[in-house]
């Protein structure tokens, strides 16, 4: 577990007091966004493949809340890969751009293949985060996503998490981890390796 963190932050040892004021944030993880610019596009689909080597489609919903984008990782009825996104068009581009990406990283994981781990809860947390550091090391690595695309992402969240409630304890906690994994210079792959090998899956 701590292993994760670890790749994460680059750091021996991350706080476990910061595990857990994650715990109050997750319940928003997946349901990020409304916004604050407006934008008409939708930003293009990232490469994306699970951890079996299954192509994950991209697709649109009009589920959940108006006015707040949000990313859903599940397999479909058929038992297809896929990220469901919801409300996107409202949201900035950077920040679409981050829910796609920490989506698939649930796929690419394996996540979504796991029982899903008791709703905020420590494992919960932890693939959160996990899914989070992809998502911003793709956007820096892939998309070139400079200091202030960076801050568009993490403004954006500020913005929504305190809109939703959220204590500004937890979203430093979840801004901290961001951008600790955004500076640290290990890969998005490095990390899913990590993760993949200490569930004891097949690294690809
Ligand atoms: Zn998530």
Request: aromatic share 4%; hydrophobic share 40%; glycine share 8%.
């Amino acid at each position: 577990m701590t292993g994760f963190l670890n790749m994460m932050t680059g750091k021996a040892v991350v706080a476990i007091g910061s595990i857990l004021v994650m715990a109050v944030l997750i319940g928003s993880a997946d349901a990020q966004q409304d916004t604050v610019a407006r934008a008409t596009d939708v930003a293009p689909v990232p490469v994306c493949s699970n951890n079996k080597g299954e192509q994950v489609q991209f697709t649109t919903t009009d589920r959940g809340r108006p006015g707040l984008a949000v990313g859903m990782a599940i397999r479909d009825a058929n038992g297809k890969p896929v990220v469901m996104r919801s409300n996107f068009p409202n949201a900035p581009l950077e920040f679409q751009q981050f829910i796609d990406r920490h989506e698939c990283a649930h796929h690419q994981t394996g996540d979504v293949d796991r029982p899903h781990p008791p709703r905020n809860g420590p494992e919960h947390l932890m693939n959160e985060a996990v899914s989070d550091c992809v998502a911003i090391r793709r956007l820096r690595d892939e998309e070139g996503f400079d200091n202030k695309a960076f801050g568009k992402v993490t403004a954006t969240l500020r913005t929504d998490m305190a809109k939703i409630g959220f204590p500004e304890s937890s979203i430093a906690s979840r801004i901290r981890n961001i951008a600790g994994c955004f500076k640290n210079p290990a890969s998005a792959g490095d990390l899913i390796r990590q993760v993949l090998q200490e569930r004891g899956l097949p690294v690809q």
